[in-house]
């Protein structure tokens, strides 16, 4: 009788023995899905909000649930119904967004907010450490919320997003508030912000040479004003130069000379911010005392403390005040002023973020897994972990770099 022939795989399995083996499957990790509250803002007459519905949408159809507190997007010209349209659910009471596993918000909560949210959450906000408290650190470390500040946070090239966005509008933005605060109907030198035939322009001096100054060079000279930017960092002043495209006048700040320019000022702009935490007060109340009568000082940096000695936190409200005969405009949220735009690009950068995160696998891997994300963090589940808060307000504060890799 004539033996079939083996087949190919029998063969093999013949020869080497090949029988079945269990072994485990590598199984992806699944995404996370966000519950993100969206309160009303309360503080300083804020009107943004960080997620436009459009971006709701997104999220939504990502898997991700996001609560809206009522009204909460009417500043920005976005209604309930817009929201609720684009699979948000809308929240009538502050106790009840707050429970959200999430929060994010433009401005840094109150003491009372914080006490709403449950513990070991996530807080997404600003911080405008200038304006903060002890009181405000021992509040989220008594919840131990993990707190991120979206001014901290970087990209993969160490630039500042959000930073970068809002110090664009407000550098946009400045120059039409002086325009309305020279103007004699609000009580300014009666000029015009620029310059005609036969009337000299108005002089301009602006203190910092990052985006915000950039971007207010470019608008004064646009309306033909003399501009001259003082700055520390010779690179920022080069660049600046070059981005503007003019032969503008730049210096590093030196006192004879920056008092000599602020004394001829019709308008001062105060756009340096914060180095390591430590506020700079490059122009002293003398220099202001020196200036003259109805110019106009618009700090920037007020939400970071300020660069400009005489400056003290305004509203939008009451956006202004005198001293030494010098109006000063020093409101912290000046983007605030074009919400909807604020929005729009607070969202644009927000909802990429967070659909990361989600792959990611929650916020706290985000941030284990991405050193320029873990830069917003300030408290970590009851710790302080920023160095340069914890110098300024005098308190113990953890590496998180230690926490890490105690984790692991």
């Not at 519950?35 to 949408?57: C, F, H, Y």
């Not at 004699?184 to 915000?212: D, E, Y």
């Not at 004394?263 to 490059?282: C, Q, S, T, W």
Request: glycine content about 8%.
């Amino acid at each position: 009788m004539t033996k079939k022939p083996q087949s190919g795989f029998a063969q093999l399995a013949s020869k080497t023995s090949l029988y079945p083996e269990e072994k485990l499957l590598k199984v992806k990790k699944g995404k996370h899905s966000f519950l993100i509250g969206l309160p009303n803002e309360i503080s300083m007459q804020e009107k943004r909000i960080t997620l436009t519905p459009d971006a709701v949408a997104l999220l939504v159809n990502n898997g991700h649930e996001i609560w809206v507190e009522t009204k909460a997007g009417e500043g920005s010209k976005f209604s309930d119904k817009q929201y609720s349209d684009a699979g948000a659910k809308i929240i009538y009471t502050s106790e009840e967004v707050y429970k959200a596993d999430v929060i994010l918000k433009i401005e840094p909560p109150s003491i009372e907010e914080i006490d709403l949210m449950k513990n070991g959450k996530i807080l997404i906000s600003a911080i405008q450490l200038g304006n903060q408290t002890p009181e405000y650190i021992r509040a989220l470390n008594k919840k131990s919320i993990t707190a991120l500040a979206f001014e901290f946070i970087e990209d993969k090239v160490a630039g500042m997003p959000i930073i970068r966005a809002m110090s664009e509008i407000a550098g946009n933005t400045v120059m039409s508030i002086a325009s309305e605060y020279l103007s004699c109907t609000n009580g300014g030198k009666g000029i015009i912000l620029g310059g005609i035939t036969g009337v000299p322009p108005t002089k301009v001096v602006i203190i910092g040479a990052g985006t915000v100054g950039e971007y207010a060079g470019r608008a004064a000279i646009g309306l033909g004003a003399e501009i001259q930017i003082f700055d520390n960092h010779i690179y920022k002043l080069r660049r600046i130069k070059q981005t503007l495209g003019h032969q503008v006048y730049t210096s590093t700040i030196d006192t004879l000379t920056l008092s000599e320019s602020l004394k001829n000022a019709d308008v001062v702009i105060g756009a340096l911010r914060a180095e390591k935490g430590r506020n700079r007060h490059v122009v002293s109340e003398e220099m202001v005392a020196q200036m003259k009568q109805d110019s106009l000082i618009i700090d920037v940096s007020i939400d970071q403390g300020g660069c400009i000695e005489t400056s003290e936190l305004t509203t939008l409200k009451k956006p202004t005040f005198s001293k030494y005969g010098v109006i000063h405009y020093c409101v912290p949220n000046i983007a605030s002023r074009v919400a909807h735009t604020a929005t729009t690009a607070l969202s644009n950068i927000f909802t990429p973020t967070i659909l990361r995160a989600a792959e990611e696998g929650g916020v706290e891997d985000m941030i284990f897994a991405h050193s320029w994300f873990m830069k917003g963090v300030y408290t970590f589940k009851g710790s302080l972990t920023n160095e340069h808060i914890g110098r300024k307000f005098g308190m113990k504060h953890k590496d998180l770099g230690l926490l890490i890799a105690a984790r692991f």
